[in-house]
């Protein structure tokens, strides 16, 4: 059975995609990144800084490279973090097999959707499967990117 054969050959990006995206400024630090991803509820959290993508931090990206205590992660940037080199991106109207041959080869599971430098949306392994499952997102209106919707400050101890 092909991919043309079941209709997920004429699906595209947008049609696909994840519209509301929740980001992180890339001078963020991990201790907010993690708190975004847990209070959003989502796995990946696109880099952005002001309207350029620079690229997409994943929960195992920064499980991985977590070392030391609050006061360690609170002064460090997530922009240091990225992972999957090289970073891919694909466009609103590229057909889904593209995007999934991106995210294959890459080795990422999730990929930003961008319209000229700007996030329109993210798509992860998990909405490649939606979609072949036949669970496309009925939605075509205009998503949001969220980023700095509040700050969060860690309280850490202080040493004597």
Not at 56 to 63: C, G, I, N, P, T
Not at 66 to 93: D, F, H, I, K, N
């Amino acid at each position: 059975m092909s991919v043309e054969s079941t209709g997920v050959g004429a699906l595209t990006a947008q049609q696909v995609m994840s519209r509301i995206v929740v980001a992180v400024r890339p001078e963020e630090s991990p201790l907010m990144a993690w708190e975004l991803m847990r209070r959003a509820g989502v796995h990946h959290l696109p880099i952005v800084d002001g309207e350029h993508v620079l690229g997409v931090l994943s929960r195992e990206d920064l499980a991985a490279s977590w070392s030391g205590g609050p006061q360690q992660q609170a002064s460090r940037q997530v922009r240091s973090m990225l992972g999957c080199e090289p970073r891919p991106r694909v466009g609103p109207g590229d057909p889904l097999v593209r995007v999934a041959a991106v995210m294959v080869d890459a080795g990422c599971d999730a990929v930003p959707v961008v319209s000229g430098e700007g996030l329109v949306g993210l798509i992860t392994a998990h909405d490649v499967l939606a979609a072949v499952a036949g669970r496309v997102r009925p939605d075509d209106r205009p998503g949001e990117v969220v980023t700095g919707m509040f700050r969060l400050e860690p309280v850490l101890p202080t040493q004597n």
